[in-house]
């Protein structure tokens, strides 16, 4: 049974920072593109950030380029999201996401085939 278990999301004010954490298991990890989606309430789910197998490669809403980090660990079978300047529409339901060899865009949740069940993350101004 795979499992995707995200922590590490609070209340922080506007300019602070944040590092969300997913533990996967059940997987294959080192096998799967990981992403970090979010939705934020009366919104659409939008992708975030996104990063390789390897980890060799990463990806990035325009939103969040510049001050959010993707990085993963393989050994431990964990992605995180390094969330740093954090604005108030940063505020947000964050997933994390398991993709394996989709023809979907990487930004495209349709091509993530294991998903966590998200933490919050709330930014005051």
């Known amino acids: 049974q795979v499992q995707l278990v995200e922590s590490g999301g609070g209340l922080v004010q506007a300019g602070g920072s944040l590092r969300l954490s997913c533990a996967a298991s059940?997987?294959?990890?080192?096998?799967?593109?990981m992403g970090w989606f979010r939705q934020a309430p009366g919104k659409e789910r939008e992708f975030v950030a996104a990063?390789?197998?390897?980890?060799?490669?990463?990806y990035y809403a325009d939103s969040v380029k510049g001050r959010f980090t993707i990085s993963r660990d393989n050994a431990k079978n964990t992605v995180y999201l390094q969330m740093n300047s954090l604005k108030p529409e940063d505020t947000a339901v964050y997933y994390c996401a398991a993709r394996y060899l989709s023809p979907s865009p990487m930004t495209s949740g349709v091509g993530y085939r294991y998903w966590g069940q998200g933490t919050q993350v709330t930014v005051s101004s």
């Open positions: 990063i390789t197998e390897s980890g060799d490669t990463t």
């Open positions: 059940g997987l294959t990890f080192n096998s799967y593109t």
